[in-house]
């Protein structure tokens, strides 16, 4: 009877653990059913991507080759001292505008005022006796050989005479151009023994130079007459033109660059020689092209990408661009006007991806349309 029992008491509990058993699969069942259903609801709910944009406008364009040059006098002179002699008298100081003939410092004139006494003398006296011997009356009365003396000794004297003129010339030492003083290196009451000292340095600041080298590419774009843009790093706020006055006719073979030298209008004396400038030549413009914000463009591989907003929806353009200038990249690959082209948000950005617009860049529309009624 105890055999008995004890086994309907197994047979029970076994089927107790089988009903736990099944009512354990039934539930775990039920989780991976209900996990698979979430993950189908998550994947057709679609996550809207966050962008801003802006749109094309038309509008001109120019390509500009960035270089920078050191300004330079296109006159400038080293006066020296042609003769010798104690300097009596400085009347020019660095920074004063002189004139071309006015007269800068005055060296003692008494002993080349002398000389040219003495060789006006002498040659006064060769040609009066040169007169006095010609023939009279058909008559020679000196030798021909005679004569041919006197004839020379005038002529020597006559050079001799020239020579004390331009030593007695030379002691006033004068401006050989219009400019103005740069440099002064002479003191009143000061012997100058030697000849070829410098004394002054006369600059022309109306009309400065600006040397540039640029590539050996750009030689056929570079014409005479061209205009470049020149910025100051000590004068932020100064813009000026220059243009293009001479053309180096050769190519440096070993760097391939060629030489560009620019003139710069100077009337009003504001740059000085030496300045430093940042050079943006003129190379090429064109006008009425579609211009799409820089940030825009994705370069890789050497291909150049936008995407536009079509319907809340990204839609990927392969294009091809041209020139830049302030912020704006010229889109060669023909573009709709209508679609907003993304600037903020478009890098990872998928083909086709949903899309949330953040901004509504009113500024970009009104350009646009200003562009599209002056094209009508």
């Known amino acids: 009877m105890s055999l008995l029992n004890s086994f309907q008491k197994s047979l029970l509990a076994l089927s107790v653990l089988g009903l736990v058993a099944c009512s354990g699969e039934e539930s775990t069942e039920k989780a991976d059913s209900k996990t698979e259903q979430t993950a189908k609801k998550q994947e057709k709910e679609e996550f809207a991507i966050p962008v801003e944009v802006t749109f094309s406008k038309v ?86 050989k005679d004569l041919d003396k006197l004839r020379f000794r005038v002529q020597t004297t006559e050079n001799q005479l020239e020579v004390a003129r331009i030593k007695l010339r030379d002691s006033k030492v004068v401006s050989p151009i219009d400019g103005v003083i740069a440099k002064r290196s002479v003191k009143a009451h000061n012997m ?45 706020n100064l813009q000026l033109e220059a243009t293009v006055l001479r053309i180096a006719p050769l190519v440096d073979s070993k760097l391939g660059t060629f030489k560009v030298t620019l003139t710069i209008d100077n009337q009003d004396n504001i740059l000085k020689p030496g300045m430093f400038a940042r050079v943006a030549l003129l190379l090429d413009s064109k006008q ?89």
């Open 192 to 236: 100058l023994s030697n000849l070829g000292n410098e004394m002054f340095h006369v600059v022309s600041l109306d009309s400065l130079i600006g040397v540039v080298y640029l590539p050996e590419s750009e030689l056929s774009k570079v014409k005479l007459g061209q205009v470049a843009k020149l910025h100051f790093p000590a004068e932020p």
């Open 59 to 144: 509008g001109d364009v120019a390509k500009f080759y960035q270089t920078t040059a050191i300004l330079e006098a296109e006159q400038e002179s080293k006066v020296v001292n042609k003769v010798t002699g104690m300097l009596e008298s400085v009347h020019a100081q660095e920074g004063q505008r002189v004139s071309a003939g006015e007269l800068l410092a005055q060296i003692d004139p008494r002993n080349y005022e002398l000389d040219f006494e003495r060789a006006k003398i002498d040659y006064e006296s060769a040609k009066s006796e040169y007169r006095r011997s010609q023939p009279v009356d058909g008559k020679q009365l000196i030798s021909e």
């Open 288 to 376: 009425g092209v579609t211009l799409v914000p820089e940030n825009a463009v994705i370069k890789k591989d050497g291909k150049a990408t936008l995407f536009v907003a079509q319907n809340d929806r990204a839609k990927k353009l392969e294009v091809e661009t041209g020139y830049t200038q302030d912020g704006w990249v010229e889109v060669i690959t023909p573009i709709s006007s209508e679609d907003g082209v993304i600037t903020v948000g478009q890098h990872g950005l998928k083909d086709d991806a949903l899309l949330k617009v953040l901004n509504h860049d009113q500024s970009a529309i009104v350009t646009n349309t200003e562009d599209k009624s002056q094209q009508l």
